[in-house]
């Protein structure tokens, strides 16, 4: 599927998601249906292989990650609740986020969305951004992800040579001695800490 809907004149935003995710797929797929094939949202997923910051105001893979934003069709970007309001605003369902105009009420809710957007990897059994990042790298690299496959054939061994050298000591956030990830503080896996 490309990474736009529509050309650039007839959307009126680009609203960057993330592919991967479970629960962004289940609200994407909510306005996708309201948005009733008129394609007034871009929908645009950043975790395709494809995605190219340059075409979208130049925001890469990592800050897209950290927090949903959007594209007017004049080019402003636009971050957090505010896009929320105004991607449904758009679908014609602006009731729903019209009291975040209130300039306290936005400010508590960008506040609970933050918290939301800081954990929502965690929410989804999905690895911490850092590890994300490495393997989206690797990939874009051409570099194997040493990930069992059903289809391998079965001289293939479904586990990585160098983990036996190297092994993981923190399963929370695969950790190794020497693959460079940082803890945030939350992997209790060894007594590093």
Same mark, same amino acid.
């Given at each position: 599927m490309p990474l736009?809907?529509?050309?650039?004149s007839h959307w009126r935003i680009k609203l960057l998601y993330d592919g991967e995710c479970p629960l962004c797929l289940r609200e994407v797929n909510?306005?996708?249906?309201?948005d009733r094939n008129q394609g007034l949202i871009a929908f645009i997923d950043i975790s395709d292989e494809n995605y190219q910051p340059v075409a979208h105001k130049n925001i890469?893979?990592?800050t897209a990650m950290g927090r949903i934003h959007a594209i007017l069709a004049d080019g402003t970007?636009?971050?957090?609740?505010?896009?929320?309001?105004?991607? +449904?605003? &758009?679908?014609g369902i602006g009731w729903m986020y019209a009291a975040t105009r209130n300039?306290?009420?936005?400010? /508590?809710?960008?506040?609970? +969305?933050? &918290?939301?957007?800081?954990l929502r990897l965690r929410l989804a059994g999905r690895p911490e951004l850092e590890?994300? /990042?490495?393997?989206?790298?690797?990939?874009?690299?051409?570099q194997p992800d040493n990930k069992c496959r059903l289809n391998s054939q079965p001289s293939d061994r479904c586990f990585d040579t160098q983990q036996e050298n190297n092994p993981i000591l923190c399963p929370h956030c695969q950790r190794t001695a020497s693959n460079?990830?940082?803890?945030?503080?939350?992997?209790?896996?060894?007594?590093?800490?």
């Open positions: 736009t809907s529509l050309p650039k909510f306005l996708k249906k309201k890469d893979y990592e970007v636009i971050t957090d609740i505010e896009v929320f309001r105004q991607v +449904y605003e &758009i679908l300039p306290l009420i936005e400010k /508590i809710a960008n506040i609970i +969305y933050r &918290i939301w957007a800081n590890i994300l /990042i490495v393997e989206r790298q690797k990939k874009l690299n051409g460079g990830i940082k803890c945030k503080g939350i992997c209790v896996a060894d007594s590093d800490y």
